[in-house]
């Protein structure tokens, strides 16, 4: 009790001294946390971290610059566009208060108000996986600050078709794995391609290489694999390869990397009901057909393709794709009725941040509808991406100095209620994976019983604020453990010490704006 009421005293005290001042504990680490860390930490793609006050104001002037222009945390989409599971993107105030910040002169506040560091989840984010597939070999990366495209085969040996709930990518080298693709082979073109040479896996820039049968959401930094909703899934064909594109990010060491796939099956009472199925589009579905998708060199060109929907569908991702001469995507349809639909809108393309977007709800597309999309390449000397100076003719192909417009797409045919399928919130229903329900957002505390350090790991949904109590069996409070702070979403762990305690029974209280959990500890002699 005592403890808690100096820590209030404090706080008034504070509040008083400082009131009004923009600071970094109390303003600025929520905000980085939540945003940035999960990326800009120890052993992550991001070069540097941003985990302690020291860091983020060290580097407050250029984070005040990448946040004004939406560079970080990046997002492509446009989020006035269409909505998708898993945005990125700090609000107007959230940039304003970092700008604020920074002009106020990096005030760091009082360090006892900064949130904690949250603690990310390192494992699989979806469960126990059915099946794991490792890449069979260590993939050495040369530090000569290059990319590297590079495809791996990773052979099923699935002896019949199987029904797939979701495939993660776990990249093994976070430092390194820029982004991967996911696609299967059924005709083993692509490991015959791998045996053309003794080094594993082969080189390939935009593409697979080889002609695949189907594709699975790849992987970028930070955004979290989706199990398929009920009913919903995309059977694997008995002795597919899964075969895997990863870019790896240009580095100055060498480094290796074995990257993973963790499969999960469609669990027995949830059998597929509609297949997922794919519909790329490509420059067939161009005004002016395949041949007309030539960028001449010096110039901007924009290309406009239709494709007409036949029956009702409910889409489910959407990914495009070009490569560096890339600068915007636009795609849309247009209902029989006239009635404009937003799929996605791309308004400065970088190749580095591309990815796969899930949309938050199935989004229906009626019957007739027509696809609109647009996409321009910039093939003047103004692009800082254009790999070709003096600026070539770029025609379609897989190499760095060619050009796609590409976009790949997975929906199932429409049923009645799809737009209220809330994708990513079953992640519950696969029997393996307990961690996302609710009731087990807080952990049995450990060791139970204890008489010294006890460790309680808690996960939230979402960045919330939140408390952790220590109450005796009269329900009093003996120890906030925790008290009102802004915890980050994700999996979090604290540590308190129960050795002064008399021995008894004892109850750990999880608490935030809609949740009470509790669990019972037992404090030994
Ligand atoms: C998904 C991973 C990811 C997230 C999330 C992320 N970053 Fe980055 N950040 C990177 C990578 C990778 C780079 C280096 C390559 C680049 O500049 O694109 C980078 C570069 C930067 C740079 C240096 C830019 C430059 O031009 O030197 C700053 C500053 C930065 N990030 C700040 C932030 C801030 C602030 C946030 C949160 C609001 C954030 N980042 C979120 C991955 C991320």
């Not at 796969?356 to 509808?369: A, E, H, L, N, V």
């Not at 417009?405 to 009645?416: A, D």
């Amino acid at each position: 009790m005592k403890k808690s009421s100096s820590l209030i005293i404090c706080h008034l005290f504070l509040g008083f001294t400082i009131f009004g001042q923009v600071n970094f504990s109390e303003d600025i680490a929520p905000i980085i946390y939540e945003n940035c860390t999960s990326c800009h930490r120890p052993g992550e793609i991001a070069p540097f971290s941003l985990t302690n006050y020291e860091q983020v104001a060290a580097w407050g002037a250029t984070i005040r610059y990448v946040t004004e222009i939406q560079y970080m945390p990046p997002w492509k989409p446009d989020r006035t566009y269409s909505k998708f599971v898993g945005e990125k993107g700090l609000t107007e105030a959230e940039i304003q208060l970092i700008a604020d910040w920074v002009d106020a002169g990096t005030p760091q506040g009082d360090p006892a108000l900064a949130p904690p560091l949250p603690n990310f989840p390192s494992g699989s984010q979806l469960g126990t996986p059915d099946l794991v597939l490792e890449m069979a070999e260590d993939y050495f990366i040369e530090g000569n600050n290059q990319d590297d495209y590079r495809v791996f085969v990773l052979p099923t040996g699935l002896t019949e078709d199987r029904e797939i709930a979701a495939i993660e990518f776990r990249p093994g080298n976070t430092r390194a794995v820029h982004h991967a693709l996911i696609a299967y082979d059924t005709n083993g073109e692509a490991a015959a391609m791998d045996a053309l040479s003794p080094e594993y896996g082969y080189e390939s820039f935009g593409d697979f290489g080889v002609p695949i049968q189907g594709t699975f959401t790849g992987y970028t930094p930070g955004i979290q694999s989706l199990f398929f909703p009920v009913g919903i899934g995309k059977t694997l064909p008995a002795g597919a390869d899964l075969i895997i594109q990863v870019h790896y990010a240009p580095l100055a060491t060498n480094e290796t990397d074995r990257s993973s796939l963790n499969i999960f099956f469609k669990a027995e009472d949830d059998p597929i009901s509609r297949e997922v199925q794919n519909m790329p589009i490509t420059p067939l579905d161009l005004d002016g057909g395949f041949f007309s998708f030539s960028i001449p060199p010096n110039e901007i060109k924009t290309f406009h393709g239709t494709k007409e929907i036949e029956e009702d569908i409910s889409f489910i991702s959407v990914y495009p794709h070009s490569h560096y001469l890339g600068k915007n995507w636009e795609l849309f349809a247009v209902t029989p009725q006239s009635d404009t639909i937003n799929i996605i809108r791309i308004n400065e393309w970088d190749f580095n941040w591309q990815g796969s977007y899930t949309f938050d709800r199935m989004k229906k597309i009626p019957g007739g509808s027509i696809i609109h999309i647009n996409a321009s390449y910039d093939n003047t000397i103004n692009n800082p991406f254009n790999p070709s100076n003096p600026p070539q003719t770029v025609a379609w192909g897989e190499g760095t100095t060619d050009e796609m417009y590409l976009v790949g797409t997975s929906y199932v045919r429409y049923r009645e209620g799809d737009e209220d399928i809330v994708m990513g919130e079953n992640q519950l229903t696969n029997t393996t994976d307990i961690l996302y329900d609710k009731s087990n957002w807080l952990q049995a505390p450990y060791p139970n019983p204890s008489n010294g350090e006890v460790s309680i790991n808690f996960y939230l949904d979402k960045s919330q604020n939140i408390s952790l109590k220590l109450l005796d069996i009269k329900g009093q409070i003996v120890e906030n453990i925790l008290e009102g702070s802004v915890f980050s979403s994700g999996e979090h762990a604290a540590l308190f010490n129960v050795r002064k305690l008399p021995a008894g029974v004892y109850t750990i209280q999880l608490s935030g704006p809609y949740m009470n959990l509790t669990k019972p500890l037992v404090v030994s002699e």
